[in-house]
DNA sequence: AATAAATGAAAATAATTTTCATTTGGAGCA
DNA sequence: TGCTCCAAATGAAAATTATTTTCATTTATT
């Protein structure tokens, strides 16, 4: 199941002109085709109908008719982040607007991340004898949090969120360490700083951040990207602090699902060792 | 914008057998209207082709067609949590199937939160001279980011997240003070007793929890339920977390855009103070 | 029995798909 | 270079299919 407008994007450049020609104008009108004949398509694109279906016929469907409905079920869940957060707004509303926010910045994220990489992290993750991983601030939850995922895989992680400490950490690690570094800005000094030091020190290095040119890049051996257009009242970066989540938690899963018996049974032995802690 | 499958159930009793019986043919058919034809579907229902249109104008709608579009955009936004995930999938399939599980359990959790209890928290949390917020092991990293956002709105904010200093802590609170305790099962012992003390010393408790017959209810005044459906893999309710992030989310929101020029201003000082942190 | 609402058959219209003749852009060759 | 041939691309029109409208009939209600 793939994105129409990928695939059409994809295609285009396979295309003779005509249908080249609808192609644009279906990537540049996208919200605009649904009430359209494929008539009115046609002579809008200036080619004939049956350039049309063949158009959508070369997309894999079935015509015209299920092109339009594919559009359709698209736009739906690409068009949430119409709204904008208003002063009026209830609580619950705000919540609402941030949802498709969420959901637009995780889509996004999706599809600038690089899926070697993204692997590429997790098995270095999965096999290393110790994981250090760095946010300040903003990132430092996340930080924590990734931390606590690992550690009840039973794996040697730990979150360090004071740059001194960072320091003496990424000191001390060696090869067959992993460190993460978490940035959105990716231009944290402290953080960039650590990571350099432990690549000296022969660490694998990850970097997670949100812009591509960032000092953060040079300094990891491996660059996961998250991508959050930040609106006026994101300025925490909300929906980038999601995605960066997301992605330690598809790391986590993958781990789950790739490791032998002891990995699984070391959750249970979390589980375990958490229940007196419960009513 | 309505959902359409809400205006048939909503209508359903207005009309005649025969738009019942389309009514309850598409609600209890819904996935697999999408390919069929005005008179398949007016045959299955035993009808005329007319009656399948009027039934679709009573909905407002311009007629079949514009019927067929709005439930694939309504679907689409529904099935995404399809998509089980499975052992060999690459880290970034699993990340794709993540989005939807986030997406359902926001979409949940939506619908299952009170309104007035949001906003009762929100003006709770802008109005208090203290906030401190509970979390341990999964939730600790919850707390720490909420905490992280109300500092940067200049408020009295701490997430405490070491038992011992929650006793001691929820000891010296006092009328005026704010106490929230995350816990997803609702049944964390000291969550649950450090919220029970914070309100016997006379602070508002708020309690985020995912079970509404949770003990942590009891010890709160105002109750937030995050809702999401734990699969196999989901051990770490890693969806719950993400709702309850949200939920701190607009609830910073709400103050911001609810308070003064001094919160702006906080804001705005956070932000040059740490510029020198960066690149 | 009178009336209004609901309904479906069939006609009218509109949209989509197929067919097929024409065009276009090379590739091969003298 | 100029020519022929071929295959791919294209659009006009025909054929098919789908949708909408009309209107006579049925059904329920007063």
Redesign the pocket.
């Known amino acids: 199941m793939e994105s129409i407008v990928h695939k059409i994007r994809f295609l285009q450049d396979?295309?003779?002109?005509?249908?080249?020609?609808i192609a644009d104008y279906i990537l540049s009108h996208t919200g605009e085709i649904l009430p359209?004949?494929?008539?009115?398509?046609?002579s809008a694109?200036?080619?004939?109908?049956?350039?049309?279906?063949?158009f959508?016929?070369r997309l894999g469907l079935?015509?015209?008719?299920?092109?339009?409905l594919r559009l359709a079920a698209e736009l739906s869940a690409t068009s949430t982040l119409s709204a904008e957060i208003q002063r009026q707004d209830s609580c619950l509303e705000i919540f609402r607007k941030r949802m498709g926010e969420i959901q637009s910045s995780l889509a996004a994220t999706e599809s600038v991340l690089d899926p070697e990489a993204l692997d590429k992290a997790a098995k270095a993750i999965m096999r290393s004898e110790r994981i250090v991983i760095f946010g300040l601030g903003n990132s430092a939850a996340i930080a924590q949090d990734a931390a606590h995922k690992f550690l009840r895989l039973g794996l040697c992680a730990q979150s360090v969120c004071d740059n001194h400490m960072q320091a003496i950490v990424a000191s001390h690690l060696r090869r067959g360490s992993v460190a993460v570094g978490i940035s959105h800005s990716g231009a944290s000094r402290d953080i960039v700083e650590a990571l350099r030091l432990c690549k000296i020190c022969g660490a694998t290095t990850v970097a997670i951040t949100n812009y591509g040119e960032a000092p953060i890049v040079e300094a990891s051996d491996i660059a996961l990207f998250t991508k959050s257009d930040e609106t006026e009242h994101s300025i925490l970066a909300m929906s980038s602090r999601i995605a960066q989540l997301a992605i330690f938690d598809s790391i986590y899963t993958y781990i789950v699902l790739n490791s032998d018996k002891a990995a699984r049974q070391a959750i249970a032995n979390t589980e375990f060792a958490l229940q007196n802690k419960k009513y």
Chains 1, 2 share one sequence.
């Open positions: 396979s295309m003779g002109p005509a249908e080249k020609r359209l004949s494929i008539s009115t398509l046609a694109c200036g080619c004939g109908d049956a350039t049309v279906v063949r959508a016929r079935e015509g015209y008719q299920e092109m339009k």
